[in-house]
């Protein structure tokens, strides 16, 4: 549905229309095959509209999912330094994010997509091949083992989210973010780094 | 609200009545602070009539969750073992019941519970007192540090549940059991019994 306002209707119409087809587009195709040749065919206007509003594909995709955060740069600033505490400082940044203003935005989103498929498909593409991809190339991970690892990674920090914003579990949910960085951080270091004999392809 | 229906009516109504009381009773009071009488009052029943159709508190929590488990049972049996495997044996036992038509129920609830401020609490007087306290228990680990523990076990198991069964992230969502008690137990292990430096109080 297409919010109709009184300043400038073209503009805000066509910017509102596009970001609904990629939306839909993104959810149905996922990030990698999602073209903005296709979410231009979808809103009716021409892929250089797309362009000139929304800039790349990846700028086009956080905006249709009203990112307050961009992880182009935040991921790649957190991984630099020793690769054998990178888990340690990707949870760090995540407390970080979560804690602030744009935590809020995440609590809903987060909320929305575990009762709509929609937005759990776009959510999935995004903590897929916005975060954790970034995150493992930062870290010069075997391409083979790269997938598990990722979704291994996802496992404790959105639970971590869901326990602690969520949910709101004591003492999780007021505990410091360092000491849940002590706790959680070594897990992801093993999931990321370590060996983890039987759970890759025999 | 009440649901109608034609047989039996009284008795019916009655139990319906009760168990909304007791969901109502559990979220706001908690489980250990809620109690048969103050369920029965709500009804607007005798507490004795409660504990004919329902049991112990226990019981009734389970009943009024639509708990297809019971993890009284199932707990200790999980934990039975050596103490060093008790995390994989945990891991294993959420797999096996989630993998399970149990799982259905499970996955429903878990939904629920992220949109809905009366579902979560229930679901986290759950976790919290039927599941994880029980583990703690059978393990005999240190009171002060048990809250702490069974919280970041919360984070990784219900992290496991939400990109296996909810948001289905691969290769997490199709992985056979096995290989993720492999990469998962041990972090529930050191959750449950590891050392864990920098996370208590100083």
Do not use: C
Request: hydrophobic share 50%; glycine share 6%.
């Amino acid at each position: 549905m297409v919010r109709r306002s009184g300043r400038r209707p073209g503009n805000q119409d066509t910017k509102q229309s596009i970001l609904e087809s990629a939306r839909t587009v993104f959810a149905e195709a996922g990030f990698d095959k999602a073209s903005v040749r296709a979410i231009a065919a979808a809103a009716g206007v021409d892929p250089a509209l797309v362009h000139h509003y929304f800039g790349t594909k990846e700028k086009l995709f956080l905006a249709s999912m009203n990112s307050p955060i961009n992880p182009a740069e935040l991921i790649p600033e957190a991984m630099a330094g020793p690769r054998e505490q990178a888990g340690e400082r990707l949870v760090a940044l995540v407390l970080r994010i979560w804690d602030s203003p744009a935590g809020v935005a995440a609590v809903a989103l987060m909320r929305s997509a575990m009762s709509n498929e929609w937005t759990a498909r776009l959510m999935r593409e995004f903590v897929v091949t916005q975060v954790l991809r970034r995150a493992i190339a930062e870290l010069d991970i075997d391409e083979k083992e790269a997938p598990i690892r990722a979704a291994l990674v996802a496992t404790q920090i959105g639970g971590l989210a869901m326990i602690r914003y969520l949910l709101k579990v004591e003492p999780v949910a007021s505990a410091p973010p360092e000491r849940l960085v002590a706790a959680i951080g070594p897990t992801v270091q093993r999931y990321l780094t370590g060996d983890l004999p039987g759970v890759f392809d025999a």
